[in-house]
């Protein structure tokens, strides 16, 4: 089974801190993704990296920057975290672009 | 610009009944469509994909339909259970304008309760 897995289940930071999200995969998936979920806004995507060291801006990349040093990494940081930021953070990776994608556990970040 | 919506928002159901739920998208240039459930603070778990050439597809329970033309998808479950109950997403996969790559466009989802 693909395992997706997400540094923390809930994270609590301060405005203007330096946020730095880890996702891991196991299953050698080229792509992987970064989305956020908001209530009344569903799903969006900020990220994502089709392999190592590349990555594409999603449709809201403002205020985040991501990094992909190894193949099962992605990284999602925000720079200077803002109180707009409090949301649910989603990773997700898969195989090709028109494959599934799986998802994991997400983090929920809240920005004080 | 494409748009899915997932019609209704919400849904309630006893136990045993089957459960129908609707995805509809604007745009039928769509190369697959995924779908999605999602329990209360967690991730999505992937429970199906259908290729854009394919009209269904099963797992166990679960049966999703594709119509391109009209720009439909349903997901229907079997012989509902209270395990059941979660939020059901759909999301269509479509290239992006500005370049080759693609992404997923989610609906807003639908809120099953299944009730023992």
């Known amino acids: 089974d693909v395992k997706v897995t997400q540094s923390s289940r809930y994270l609590v930071k301060r405005t203007g801190e330096k946020v730095f999200l880890e996702c891991v995969q196991d299953?050698?998936?080229?792509?992987m993704f970064w989305y956020r979920q908001d209530p009344g806004l569903g799903l969006r995507l900020i990220y994502f990296?089709?392999?190592?060291?590349?990555?594409e801006k999603g449709d809201i990349p403002e205020g985040y920057s991501v990094s992909r040093e190894k193949k099962e990494r992605f990284s999602l940081i925000l720079e200077s975290a803002s109180t707009n930021q409090t949301s649910m953070y989603l990773c997700?990776?898969?195989?090709?672009?028109?494959?599934?994608?799986?998802f994991g556990p997400g983090t929920r970040l809240t920005v004080t | 610009k494409q748009e899915v919506t997932q019609i209704p928002a919400a849904l309630s159901v006893p136990e045993g009944e089957n459960l129908v739920l609707n995805c509809s998208f604007t745009?039928?240039?769509?190369?697959?469509l995924q779908w999605f459930r999602q329990d209360p603070g967690k991730g999505l778990t992937s429970l199906l994909l259908?290729?854009?050439?394919?009209r269904e597809q099963t797992s166990g329970r679960l049966n999703a339909s594709l119509d391109k033309s009209s720009g439909r998808s349903t997901l229907y479950i079997a012989a509902s259970q209270p395990g059941d109950s979660a939020t059901y997403l759909c999301?269509?996969?479509?290239?992006?304008?500005?370049?080759?790559?693609?992404?997923?466009?989610f609906g807003a989802g639908t809120q099953v309760v299944v009730t023992p």
């Open positions: 997700a990776s898969s195989y090709g672009q028109l494959h599934e994608q799986y």
């Open positions: 299953m050698d998936h080229e792509n």
């Open positions: 990296s089709y392999d190592v060291k590349m990555k």
């Open positions: 745009d039928s240039a769509i190369y697959n």
């Open positions: 259908i290729q854009s050439s394919q």
């Open positions: 999301a269509v996969f479509l290239l992006m304008t500005t370049d080759s790559w693609g992404k997923l466009q």
